[in-house]
């Protein structure tokens, strides 16, 4: 096997890459067009083909399906509102059924589930294939959410807002068409928002590369603006005691591997000192903490290190940006000491 994945490799490296001009199927880089979409349908329809055709399938649908449909599988939980949410589908539910059942309930053999959102009935009520792409829910009640829905599956979802002590849409609420588009509780009346604002103002990869601070009232006020060559902008929401937003900050995809990050403030953005291979892990007692990927600062790939907020603010170059929670993935921080506040 060693010998193969050698012989393997050895070839790839002495393959040249190819340019763009001598790729025959550069043209599906226009994902969206009606040349690629028929072409998408025809490797589809000769796949399809291939399954249908062999003798074992009609068994292993059967199988499968009844795996999928079983009424004794274990409630995938998510827990919200003091609860267990749990999304159901079945051959009677095939879009699925939202549904709360109460932390003591669900601990028994037979939860008493309540039905929250009824996918079916919605999309049989509006004509639309609503495929379940989850709900964020504002803190610390979570009773307020925003619903996300795709026609069909795609990345594409509709964000409307929810509440789910009356079940119902709010038809006064958020509502947004449908758009790749990511959006963040900054409080019961504000969202930090990245969507296509226009039809341009999207990527290449058809992700939006724009954000605004949106109010109930109608306002918008644009705080970050990434360039159409980025893969994507994401927004991120710190949140504190009593699940306060204590600072906005922003992910800039500016490659597949590779982000920035940014401290949304009222006078403008403050860059995190990071590689821009790093991932945002979350905010705990006022750190905000990021994976390093590559190494950087004497650190290995693989190293957690984490900035006090306060101080990040006070010195946005990260002098004396409290770098003070740090450890080597898997050991101890380089030099064998514990960083001064603690380690993760």
Not at 43 to 63: H, I
Not at 282 to 299: I, R
Request: glycine letters at 12%; hydrophobic letters at 40%.
């Amino acid at each position: 096997m060693r010998a193969l994945l050698a012989s393997l490799c050895a070839v790839a490296l002495a393959v040249p890459a190819a340019h763009a001009e001598d790729d025959p199927y550069i043209w599906l880089e226009d994902i969206d067009s009606a040349r690629s979409m028929a072409w998408v349908a025809g490797q589809n329809a000769k796949s399809a083909r291939r399954l249908e055709g062999d003798a074992r399938y009609p068994a292993m649908l059967a199988e499968a399906r009844a795996i999928f449909t079983a009424q004794d599988r274990i409630p995938t939980p998510g827990f919200r509102a003091g609860g267990i949410d749990n999304l159901w589908q079945d051959a009677a539910n095939v879009h699925g059924i939202w549904r709360h059942a109460t932390l003591a309930s669900y601990r028994t053999a037979q939860p008493a589930w309540t039905t929250i959102l009824d996918l079916d009935a919605l999309s049989r009520a509006e004509g639309r294939n609503w495929i379940w792409k989850g709900a964020d829910c504002l803190k610390p009640l979570e009773t307020t959410c925003l619903v996300r829905l795709s026609n069909g599956g795609g990345d594409a979802v509709e964000v409307r807002e929810f509440d789910t002590a009356t079940r119902t849409f709010r038809a006064t609420g958020f509502r947004f068409p449908e758009g790749k588009q990511t959006l963040a509780w900054v409080d019961a009346d504000t969202l930090l928002a990245a969507r296509a604002w226009t039809p341009a103002e999207v990527t290449g990869s058809g992700y939006p590369y724009v954000l605004k601070v949106l109010g109930r009232d109608g306002s918008a006020r644009e705080v970050f603006r990434g360039a159409k060559t980025d893969v994507s902008a994401t927004p991120i929401v710190l949140r504190g005691d009593g699940d306060r937003a204590d600072a906005l900050m922003v992910r800039r995809g500016v490659s597949f591997f590779e982000s920035e990050f940014s401290l949304v403030g009222d006078s403008g953005l403050t860059r995190v000192p990071l590689p821009t291979k790093a991932q945002y892990r979350g905010y705990v007692d006022g750190q905000a903490v990021f994976a390093v990927q590559q190494p950087w600062g004497g650190f290995g790939a693989g190293a957690l290190i984490a900035y006090d907020l306060a101080a990040l603010k006070r010195d946005p170059a990260g002098r004396s940006a409290g770098l003070h929670h740090r450890r080597q993935a898997g050991g101890r921080p380089p030099g064998g000491r514990e960083g001064r506040g603690g380690c993760l």
